[in-house]
């Protein structure tokens, strides 16, 4: 049996390259429970791998595709059985694993989470890494204490994938959210998603002197680190929380202060999407198949095919992708 993959691939003079190959099922890799793919998505992660860039990829050829969603095929493991539909994301398949762009998938069943009921595997992937860590956001925020009454949530990079499913999050469970977007062309399509203001990223971009600015926002999810996260742990009320998701500014946060812990007592909440434990991805996707609104959901993916993979890899690098990418890897 064969199957067909975006396969990266290094030649001799170090240049990586990405193309559709036809393989061998015997080229998979060891797992416990091997998945017809049905849809995968693109992240920014995706981006690096299918370039061969940020290290993330170590050994080539690879098949990247950090998260996919399927149909179970033969299972060795007694959670699964033929015709599961089943979702993966996270767990560093797509960058040290061989991952989601491709027709088959051989993982181990540890990664894998049933899918609910009411969620399509074309659903689940235009939700993907993005959605559940724009869930697991919302999720800390709640046990930080957040609620609609407590004032506006704030967003940063709104218009990219993380950004726009926790807008239509937030707004689905009545906060009234604030939207920062570096491109205002996106404006009518947050407002679609439940986004109420509008805010120019220019407005939050720089870093800023003073230790605090006027109390603004109840939470934030930030997509987008760097000077931007300083502003708004500036700018939270009394007792806010913001949840720190991204880095598409940069890793690093020249502006940092402790002052709004101190004097505020904001709190600063982690999120990783990629190790979290079984049981916590079941809740979350449990709340997203309840709290997610699928028609917005709908609203923000484009589909594509794995052969437009590698273009679509260098756009989402450059920030120029909106919403959610739905790959039909068929
Ligand atoms: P996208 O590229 O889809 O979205 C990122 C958005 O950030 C862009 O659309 C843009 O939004 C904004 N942005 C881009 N560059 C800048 C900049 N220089 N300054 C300010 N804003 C900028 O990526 P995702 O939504 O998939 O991921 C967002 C971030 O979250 C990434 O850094 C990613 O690595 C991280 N991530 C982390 C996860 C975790 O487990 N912690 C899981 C998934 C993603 P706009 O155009 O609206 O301004």
Same mark, same amino acid.
């Given at each position: 049996m064969t199957f067909q993959a975006l396969l990266v691939e290094k030649g001799a003079d170090g240049a990586v390259s990405a193309n559709i190959r036809e393989l061998e099922d015997s080229r998979l890799p060891d797992g416990d429970v091997t998945v017809a793919v049905e849809y995968s998505t693109l992240n920014y992660k995706d981006g690096l791998c299918i370039n061969g860039k940020g290290g993330l990829v170590r050994t080539f050829p690879h098949v990247p595709g950090v998260d996919f969603s399927g149909t179970v095929? =033969? *299972? %060795? %493991? &007694?959670r699964y059985r033929p015709g599961d539909r089943v979702v993966l994301t996270g767990w560093r398949v797509g960058e040290i694993w061989w991952g989601g762009f491709a027709t088959r998938a051989r993982v181990k069943a540890d990664w894998l989470v049933p899918l609910p009921e009411t969620i399509s595997t074309r659903q689940a992937m235009a939700i993907g890494t993005a959605g559940l860590t724009s869930m697991l956001s919302v999720i800390a925020l709640e046990k930080a204490g957040l609620s609609p009454l407590k004032g506006e949530a704030l967003v940063t990079g709104a218009a990219g994938g993380v950004g726009s499913v926790a807008v239509a999050l937030l707004a689905r469970l009545g906060y009234s959210v604030a939207a920062v977007t570096g491109r205002p062309e996106t404006a009518d399509y947050l407002k679609g998603l439940g986004a109420e203001t509008i805010i120019d990223r220019a407005e939050l971009a720089e870093a800023s002197s003073r230790p605090l600015e006027s109390e603004r926002w109840a939470g934030a999810v930030d997509a987008v680190g760097g000077d931007m996260l300083a502003r708004v742990l500036k700018q939270m009320k009394y007792d806010g929380a913001v949840a720190s998701v991204g880095l /598409? /500014?940069? /890793? =690093? =946060? &020249? *502006?940092?202060?402790v002052i709004p812990f101190l004097l505020r007592g904001v709190s600063l909440l982690g999120i990783d999407s990629v190790m979290r434990p079984y049981d916590q991805r079941v809740d979350a996707w449990n709340r997203i198949a309840s709290d997610l609104p699928m028609d917005k959901l709908e609203a923000m993916v484009v589909e594509h095919r794995l052969s437009d993979l590698p273009e679509l890899a260098n756009l989402i690098l450059d920030g120029k992708v909106k919403g959610r990418v739905v790959v039909d890897v068929n």
């Open positions: 095929e =033969v *299972s %060795d %493991d &007694p /598409a /500014a940069g /890793a =690093v =946060v &020249p *502006s940092f202060t």
